[in-house]
C-alpha cells in the first residue's frame, strides 16, 4: 500500500511495517495491526520532538492514526 500518508506491508516474517511518509525516516515495525498503530503513533511524536515541531500533537496524531487505520482497513481487505 503507497501514497499518501502512512503506508504499511506485512513481510514474510510475520512483521507490519509502517512508515509516515511525510516524515522522512518516520518509521516502525510490529507483528501486529493494532501494536503498529500504538509505535507509529510513538514514532510521530518521537520525530516531531526531535525536529522541534510546535503542533498540537494530539490533533496531528489522531489525524495520522486515522490514516493509518483507514488504509489498513483497506489494505487488509483486499481493496
Do not use: W
Not at 16 to 43: D, H
Not at 52 to 77: A, I, T
Amino acid at each position: 500500500m503507497k501514497g499518501r500518508g502512512v503506508h504499511d506491508t506485512n513481510r514474510e516474517d510475520g512483521y507490519y511495517v509502517g512508515e509516515v511518509i511525510e516524515l522522512p525516516g518516520c518509521f516502525t515495525q510490529a507483528r501486529s495491526v493494532e501494536e503498529l498503530m500504538k509505535r507509529i503513533k510513538e514514532a510521530i511524536a518521537l520525530y516531531l520532538k526531535e525536529v522541534g515541531e510546535e503542533v498540537n500533537s494530539d490533533l496531528y496524531l489522531q489525524r495520522k492514526l486515522l490514516n493509518l487505520f483507514q488504509k489498513l482497513v483497506l489494505y487488509l481487505s483486499g481493496r
